[in-house]
């Protein structure tokens, strides 16, 4: 039986319609299950919408609506919502079907049974906005820090769930498995919180107050909390108790959540498993936030809601389905935040799809077009060794290992380095020109290059599921499903003689009005009165600084100093001296991205017309370049 895997979402909140960032997880989700697909597992992946509270009983009341008709109108935009964006969960759960009533109810008799749910008298201070009590140590100037609003003095009659009789066991199980909560600044700041008391968990709220909510089934006059219904969802999702689902899949569940919702998933939760019997999940996988550039909306809003600008559906139709999936995965480093602009996915989408991806396959089946009748053509060895056939083979131990510890980007960009690597492997060796001398030698060469893109196709499948298996299908590999990436991502399945499919190009080039975006706040506001020898921040703006990879690197002759360069800024190649050769030999800058001042005027040196400078850091004869502290995309601007 092949293993199994269980990717969970947060199931949102209907106050408000799906915005990008409930997108982001969606989609994260989405490319998770079809990754494992791709690794012979059998896959379930849940999402769906958390429907009571107090937050959803207030919007309802000022949409003049029943909760009921209220939920079901939300509930419904989000699922159709996915289903247009083409994310196809095995399982929608609302927390108001009836199935998910009967399992709360079950979990909170049998806590209560057991002696850890307790009646007492709780006053506290409670933000709506999070449904739940905040601390004085977590509010910002006495505000929530990501509502900005006052919390509201609540003093009520409660029940409690003994949350504190688990803390140890919980500060034991998360250090003696390291990858319980991830990545590790989670784990750390779920630790520390530990560190202090965590006191008790309100789980209740009388009915008079609140009767939107599932009762309690041994005091119908309150109703459960909506945190401890909610967290719920995961094990009704997959037909906990009885259901086979449950067995098979629940000891490999992972739930992804941003940052926003730690505390009650990284404490509440497990401890609430352990008092009702239940192993704990697999992992909890923790994002950061998408925000926007500065500007009123996201000034007045909390930092973590993009809603009201950033409608997912307009978006995904305007630049494509799978280029927007591809920029979401790419540009976003797991646990950290990001920011989200639309230059910056016309700058993906143009750079690494349209440039990089889609026009090396237009390059390739041209060529096979019109040189070797349509057809794959036969490798060729010619003895030199084959720089792609040993890259393609790395990539899958390389890809899995940046899997484990959840560095998608990581994986995403070694993938897209052998699409640089073929693309410089085309310009080395010309197949073009080289095929009017030996057609056998640049058949070899295109074969290579096909096959090496098959395999960056099998590797982007998960995340641009229609874009590559149309590539696919354009090399004549029919695919179905998931390819699965240890079998085919294995060299030489690339047929010679198979026909291609030659079609459109996979991914139009966009040529975008790109709304200037304002200048940061702390530019702006602390611009000098008096201006001497500073410059203001559009003076700056007018430097274009850009990422540049060095593609070689030569010592200019008869010089002590000089170093003549290529190098590539996207898609734009050039050649720059400059004067490092007494720090950098040149064999050693070869493959190493720097940052380069991309629109200086020309300059001829020693005869060699420089095209822009490096920047580095000189002190008297010392140097050092200035380098990016990962990987970038080549052609990515340095604000
Ligand atoms: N209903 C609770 C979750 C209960 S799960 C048992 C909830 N809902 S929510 O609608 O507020 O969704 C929060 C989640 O939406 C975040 O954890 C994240 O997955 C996603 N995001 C919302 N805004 C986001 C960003 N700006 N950036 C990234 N993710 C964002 O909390």
Redesign the pocket.
């Given at each position: 039986m092949k293993p199994a895997y269980y990717v969970t979402?947060?199931?949102?909140?209907v106050n408000?319609e799906p915005?990008?960032?409930?997108t982001?997880?969606t989609v994260l989700a989405d490319v998770f299950a079809r990754i494992h697909q791709a690794m012979g597992q059998d896959t379930f992946f849940l999402t769906g919408t958390?429907e009571h509270g107090e937050k959803i009983a207030r919007a309802a009341a000022a949409m003049g609506k029943t909760p009921q008709e209220y939920v079901d109108d939300i509930s419904g935009e989000f699922r159709t919502v996915w289903r247009a964006l083409g994310l196809s969960p095995d399982r929608f759960i609302r927390t108001t079907d009836s199935e998910h009533v009967k399992v709360v109810t079950s979990i909170l008799q049998k806590v209560y049974d057991q002696g850890d749910i307790y009646f007492g008298e709780y006053e506290g201070l409670y933000c709506v906005g999070c449904?739940r009590f905040l601390t004085e140590k977590e509010l910002v100037e006495g505000l929530c820090p990501d509502h900005k609003t006052a919390p509201e003095r609540v003093k009520e009659g409660n029940y409690f769930f003994r949350m504190s009789k688990y803390q140890q066991w919980l500060i034991d199980y998360i250090r003696q498995n390291p990858d319980f909560i991830r990545p590790e600044r989670y784990r750390n700041e779920v630790l520390s919180t530990l560190k202090d008391d965590i006191g008790d968990l309100s789980i209740s709220r009388p009915r008079k107050r609140l009767s939107w909510g599932i009762p309690l089934p041994f005091d119908p006059e309150h109703v459960c909390y909506v945190?401890f219904d909610?967290?719920i969802?995961?094990l009704t999702g997959i037909g906990y108790p009885d259901d086979d689902r449950y067995r098979r899949y629940w000891h490999e569940a992972e739930h992804?959540?941003?940052?926003?919702?730690l505390k009650?998933?990284g404490i509440y939760w497990p401890t609430m498993l352990k008092a009702a019997g239940i192993p704990p999940f697999k992992h909890l996988t923790v994002?950061?936030?998408?925000?926007t550039v500065e500007g009123k909306i996201s000034k007045s809003l909390m930092?973590?809601?993009?809603k009201n600008m950033v409608a997912p559906l307009p978006l995904f139709e305007k630049y494509g389905h799978d280029a927007v999936r591809y920029y979401l995965m790419a540009d976003m480093t797991l646990g950290l935040d990001a920011q989200f602009t639309e230059e910056n996915i016309v700058t993906r989408i143009n750079s690494d799809l349209a440039n990089d991806l889609g026009n090396l396959l237009s390059r390739l089946v041209n060529m096979v077009q019109s040189a070797y009748d349509s057809k794959i053509p036969e490798p060729y060895d010619d003895g030199l060794g084959n720089p792609l056939k040993d890259q393609a083979e790395r990539l899958h131990a390389t890809v899995i290992d940046h899997l484990e510890h959840v560095r998608l980007h990581q994986a995403i960009w070694e993938v897209m380095q052998l699409v640089r690597r073929i693309n410089r492997y085309i310009e080395e060796t010309a197949p073009f020109k080289l095929w009017k001398s030996d057609r056998s030698r640049a058949g070899g060469v295109l074969y290579n290059a096909l096959e090496s893109l098959r395999i960056v196709a099998v590797f982007l499948h998960p995340i641009m599921p229609n874009r590559m298996a149309a590539l696919l299908e354009q090399l004549g590999w029919h695919v179905d499903g998931s390819p699965l990436w240890i079998k085919q991502s294995k060299w030489g399945l690339l047929q010679p003689g198979l026909p291609i499919q030659p079609g459109s190009h996979l991914f139009p080039r966009i040529q975008a009005e790109i709304v200037e975006q304002s200048p940061p706040e702390s530019a702006t506001s602390q611009r000098p009165k008096e201006e001497g020898s500073m410059i203001t921040f559009q003076e700056f703006q007018k430097m274009d600084l850009r990422v540049a990879d060095i593609l070689s690197a030569e010592r200019v002759p008869d010089t002590k100093n000089l170093v003549k360069m290529e190098i590539s800024i996207g898609d734009d190649k050039r050649v720059i001296v400059a004067g490092i050769a007494q720090k950098y030999l040149p064999e050693n800058l070869v493959g190493r991205q720097v940052v380069v001042v991309a629109n200086l005027a020309p300059a001829k040196i020693r005869g060699i017309d420089s095209n822009g400078m490096l920047l580095a850091a000189v002190d008297g004869d010392d140097l050092a370049l200035v380098v990016l502290d990962k990987p970038c995309r080549s052609g990515t601007k340095v604000h």
């Amino acid at each position: 039986m092949k293993p199994a895997y269980y990717v969970t979402t947060p199931i949102y909140y209907v106050n408000a319609e799906p915005h990008i960032g409930h997108t982001y997880t969606t989609v994260l989700a989405d490319v998770f299950a079809r990754i494992h697909q791709a690794m012979g597992q059998d896959t379930f992946f849940l999402t769906g919408t958390d429907e009571h509270g107090e937050k959803i009983a207030r919007a309802a009341a000022a949409m003049g609506k029943t909760p009921q008709e209220y939920v079901d109108d939300i509930s419904g935009e989000f699922r159709t919502v996915w289903r247009a964006l083409g994310l196809s969960p095995d399982r929608f759960i609302r927390t108001t079907d009836s199935e998910h009533v009967k399992v709360v109810t079950s979990i909170l008799q049998k806590v209560y049974d057991q002696g850890d749910i307790y009646f007492g008298e709780y006053e506290g201070l409670y933000c709506v906005g999070c449904e739940r009590f905040l601390t004085e140590k977590e509010l910002v100037e006495g505000l929530c820090p990501d509502h900005k609003t006052a919390p509201e003095r609540v003093k009520e009659g409660n029940y409690f769930f003994r949350m504190s009789k688990y803390q140890q066991w919980l500060i034991d199980y998360i250090r003696q498995n390291p990858d319980f909560i991830r990545p590790e600044r989670y784990r750390n700041e779920v630790l520390s919180t530990l560190k202090d008391d965590i006191g008790d968990l309100s789980i209740s709220r009388p009915r008079k107050r609140l009767s939107w909510g599932i009762p309690l089934p041994f005091d119908p006059e309150h109703v459960c909390y909506v945190w401890f219904d909610a967290l719920i969802n995961y094990l009704t999702g997959i037909g906990y108790p009885d259901d086979d689902r449950y067995r098979r899949y629940w000891h490999e569940a992972e739930h992804l959540i941003a940052k926003d919702i730690l505390k009650p998933h990284g404490i509440y939760w497990p401890t609430m498993l352990k008092a009702a019997g239940i192993p704990p999940f697999k992992h909890l996988t923790v994002h950061g936030y998408w925000k926007t550039v500065e500007g009123k909306i996201s000034k007045s809003l909390m930092s973590r809601t993009l809603k009201n600008m950033v409608a997912p559906l307009p978006l995904f139709e305007k630049y494509g389905h799978d280029a927007v999936r591809y920029y979401l995965m790419a540009d976003m480093t797991l646990g950290l935040d990001a920011q989200f602009t639309e230059e910056n996915i016309v700058t993906r989408i143009n750079s690494d799809l349209a440039n990089d991806l889609g026009n090396l396959l237009s390059r390739l089946v041209n060529m096979v077009q019109s040189a070797y009748d349509s057809k794959i053509p036969e490798p060729y060895d010619d003895g030199l060794g084959n720089p792609l056939k040993d890259q393609a083979e790395r990539l899958h131990a390389t890809v899995i290992d940046h899997l484990e510890h959840v560095r998608l980007h990581q994986a995403i960009w070694e993938v897209m380095q052998l699409v640089r690597r073929i693309n410089r492997y085309i310009e080395e060796t010309a197949p073009f020109k080289l095929w009017k001398s030996d057609r056998s030698r640049a058949g070899g060469v295109l074969y290579n290059a096909l096959e090496s893109l098959r395999i960056v196709a099998v590797f982007l499948h998960p995340i641009m599921p229609n874009r590559m298996a149309a590539l696919l299908e354009q090399l004549g590999w029919h695919v179905d499903g998931s390819p699965l990436w240890i079998k085919q991502s294995k060299w030489g399945l690339l047929q010679p003689g198979l026909p291609i499919q030659p079609g459109s190009h996979l991914f139009p080039r966009i040529q975008a009005e790109i709304v200037e975006q304002s200048p940061p706040e702390s530019a702006t506001s602390q611009r000098p009165k008096e201006e001497g020898s500073m410059i203001t921040f559009q003076e700056f703006q007018k430097m274009d600084l850009r990422v540049a990879d060095i593609l070689s690197a030569e010592r200019v002759p008869d010089t002590k100093n000089l170093v003549k360069m290529e190098i590539s800024i996207g898609d734009d190649k050039r050649v720059i001296v400059a004067g490092i050769a007494q720090k950098y030999l040149p064999e050693n800058l070869v493959g190493r991205q720097v940052v380069v001042v991309a629109n200086l005027a020309p300059a001829k040196i020693r005869g060699i017309d420089s095209n822009g400078m490096l920047l580095a850091a000189v002190d008297g004869d010392d140097l050092a370049l200035v380098v990016l502290d990962k990987p970038c995309r080549s052609g990515t601007k340095v604000h």
